[in-house]
Nanobody, 125 residues
Framework: QVHVVEPGGGLVQPGGSLILACTASGSASAAIAMGWFRQALGKAREFVAAISWFGGTSYYGDSVKGRFTISRLSAENGVYLRMRSLKPEDTAVYYC??????????????????WGQGTQVTVSS
């Protein structure tokens, strides 16, 4: 079992930056790949970014490429999501997810078996 926690989130102005963190714990949390998804009100869950367990491979959704960066936490089994040049359309609940293996379906929510509770990010002036 893997327990995923993603504290953080909040209100930020357009053009601003924010960092989200996510950690995974539990007996099966070692050597897992992790990803971020987001879901805006009334919309489907959207892939944001994913990273392999050793950090050597990362993927990004088209809407965040060049603005968001996913990286592994150095001391814990977790990830950061650094978000910059934020836009109002980035407003959503952001979810961290974990999977034992990062495959070709890395951008599909169904590929991840463990999820955090979500954290709200609001981009507004």
């Amino acid at each position: 079992q893997v327990h995923v926690v993603e504290p953080g989130g909040g209100l930020v102005q357009p053009g601003g930056s924010l960092i989200l963190a996510c950690t995974a714990s539990g007996s099966a949390s070692a050597a897992i790949a992790m990803g971020w998804f987001r879901q805006a009100l009334g919309k489907a869950r959207e892939f944001v970014a994913a990273i392999s367990w050793f950090g050597g491979t990362s993927y990004y959704g088209d809407s965040v490429k060049g603005r968001f960066t996913i990286s592994r936490l150095s001391a814990e089994n977790g990830v950061y999501l650094r978000m910059r040049s934020l836009k109002p359309e980035d407003t959503a609940v952001y979810y961290c997810a974990a999977t034992p293996r990062l495959g070709t379906d890395y951008d599909s929510p169904s590929a991840y078996g463990f999820w955090g509770q979500g954290t709200q990010v609001t981009v507004s002036s």
